[in-house]
Structures are given as C-alpha cells and as structure tokens.
C-alpha cells in the first residue's frame, strides 16, 4: 500500500493574525477557518494548507476534535507556478516589501524562488517540471460521467460542451440523487460539495457547477444565492425582477451603474476524493426588459461585453463561444483530456 496524495501541510507560526493577512492578504489563498489563537485553514488547490500556534496545539484543548501536536523551528512549504507566474510572483512579493532569498535553475531546467513568511517559514515557488510526477488523471471516450445538477438546461449546455470529447453524460437527477445543501462560501466551495456529493453517491466521475450573476452595484450579489433568488420554484423571472427593482431603488439606472459578470466553478470529482477545480468569468451589463429566450437563468437580462445580444437572444454556439462556464470547462479540458 502507499497514500495516494498529499492532502494537507501544515507550518506553524505564532503570530496567527499576521499569518493570515499574508497568506489570504498577499498570497490570496482561500481562507477555510480558524480557531482564534490555534489555528488557520486555508483551501490550496486540491489541497490544505493548515497554520498552527505550536505552544496552543502543543496540548490538547477541552473540546477541541484536533488531537495535539506542534513543531518547532521553520518549515518548508513550496507552492506550483509556471514560467510566467514566477516573474509575476517575484514583483508582486517585492512591492509587498518581502524579499526574495535566491531564484535558482534547477538540472531538470525548471525555476525556483525562495522567500519567507512572517514566522520566518521558508516559502518557495516552482515549475513544476523540477519533479517528474505521474500525469493527471484523464477522461476517455465513452466513459461514463455525472453533471451534479437537476437543472435541465445546465445538463444540455454541458453535453454540448462534452459532445467533442465522446462522452454524453447523465444528470443527478435521472439517477435519482438528491440535491446536497450548498453550505460554502464561495463557487469554488459549492462546486467541490456537489461534485463529491455525486461522485460518492454513485460511484462515478462527477462534474459540478456553481455559478452565478455578481451585480457591482449591488455589492456582488446575488452571487452564490443567484439560484436561491429564483426561489423554491426556479422562477428566474422573479430573480431578475428583483435585480432590476434592487437597482432601480438605488438609482443605478444608466450602463455604467448597472455592470455585471457572471461566474462559473466547475469542479470535476472522482469516488475516491480526488479532485479538480477550475473557474471561468465573463463581464457585461444588465438589460431590461429580458430579452431573448433561448438561454436559461439570468441570461435575458446580460449583455456580454462588446455585444449587442443578450445570452438569451443568442444562438446557442455564438454563447458557448464566451460563455463563463466554456471559460472554465476549457481550463478543466486542458486538465482532464
């Protein structure tokens, strides 16, 4: 037997407040949870970064599920980049103040940068091409796969996007599985549960979306609730009556006061836990009345921009040309293909 994949690291730094302005505030990764005073987590790709206070988990704490444990000294952690993100990285660190330790070439011919975080743990960005690692799983012609979705309008604009690949695949519905509560914080979040909901309950690849309309003026709502605004019924046309009537209570009446982009995280999910997870975005702005009939959800009321159409007068191919969620799946695509 051999484990199958690293899940989490962990690094310890006593200072957990400055821990997570640089880990969130600079690196931008997304924060998970804490325990104030014990401990940080924080999503990392298909992986957990976990920051500890060592002299707190030294002992175990009443209540607490975590067992104890700690470290002393620095860490190592190194995190994946290509060729152009390392230069990107290099001068975002710098603005930032922090320094940059060594920036080597490695015999395989891949890059290095080494740099600290507040505790003084040892961070590192790399090409991956430093190590030769097994390739990513793939999806092969005919093979089956699950669209975590009971909206039949989602399971269409997927297989059209899957049809080049061979591969026509069911809806969470025809199987009969229910519908998990979408109780994260973000797409990203809510396209991981439901891809693992599927890829669990039954025994197959699982692809997730969670997307949604983020509306500037309305402080990015209604994002991640988009469905929830439609109601128990799916009534997408209460949803953009409410967006409409929200704007127009604000005075946001004009263009410029009333742009928009649609999100869209796909996340695709093995029985066994693996997964990836990929995002895709369009901007625009918001239309009324609807126009247009052909699309789903908000998409009579979104002008990609540059167009003159809504999503819901296009043509179905004109809108998977630009599509948030042909953005994403293009990404996955590259990934799993």
């Not at 407040?17 to 790709?45: D, M, N, S, W």
């Not at 891809?195 to 709502?221: I, K, Y």
């Not at 609730?225 to 953009?240: C, E, H, I, T, V």
Request: hydrophobic letters at 40%; one cysteine or more.
């Amino acid at each position: 037997m051999r484990p199958r994949a690293v899940l989490e690291t962990i690094l310890y730094a006593e200072d957990l407040v400055a821990a997570r302005r640089f880990y969130e505030g600079i690196l931008g990764l997304e924060f998970r949870a804490e325990e104030p005073g014990r401990h940080l987590f924080f999503y990392c790709g298909n992986q957990m970064l976990l920051i500890f206070d060592p002299r707190c988990t030294a002992e175990a704490k009443s209540g607490s599920h975590v067992p104890p444990h700690g470290a002393s000294g620095a860490g190592h952690l190194c995190f994946a980049a290509g060729t152009a993100e390392l230069d990107r990285w290099r001068t975002h660190l710098q603005k930032q103040g922090i320094a940059i330790e060594s920036d080597m070439t490695w015999d395989s011919g891949g890059r290095s940068i080494y740099f600290r975080d507040p505790a003084g743990n040892s961070l590192e960005f790399a090409e991956p091409k430093i190590w030769t690692l097994p390739r990513p799983r793939r999806l092969q012609r005919g093979d089956d796969l699950v669209v975590a979705t009971h909206n039949p309008g989602k399971l269409k604009e997927m297989n059209e996007l899957l049809a080049p690949f061979g591969i026509v695949a069911q809806s969470a519905s025809d199987l009969g599985l229910a519908e998990p509560e979408e109780t994260e914080t973000t797409f990203a979040g809510n396209a991981r549960l439901k891809a693992e909901h599927a890829a669990t309950a039954s025994g197959l690849p699982a692809l997730a979306d969670d997307s949604g309309l983020c509306v500037d003026a309305l402080s990015g709502e209604p994002g991640i609730y988009s469905a929830r605004w439609a109601g128990p019924s799916k009534d997408f046309a209460l949803a953009m009556r409410y967006v409409e009537e929200k704007l127009r209570a604000q005075g946001d009446l004009t263009p410029e006061r009333r742009t928009a982009h649609f999100v869209s995280a796909l996340c695709i999910a093995w029985p066994d836990g693996h997964n990836l997870v990929f995002e895709g975005r369009v901007d625009g702005t918001l239309v009324w009345p609807p126009r247009g009939t052909k699309g789903f959800g908000y998409d009579p009321i979104f002008a990609p921009e540059g167009q003159t159409q809504t999503f819901g007068e296009m043509e179905p191919h004109a809108k998977y040309a630009m599509s948030h969620r042909t953005r994403a799946f293009r990404k996955l695509t590259d990934a799993i293909f």
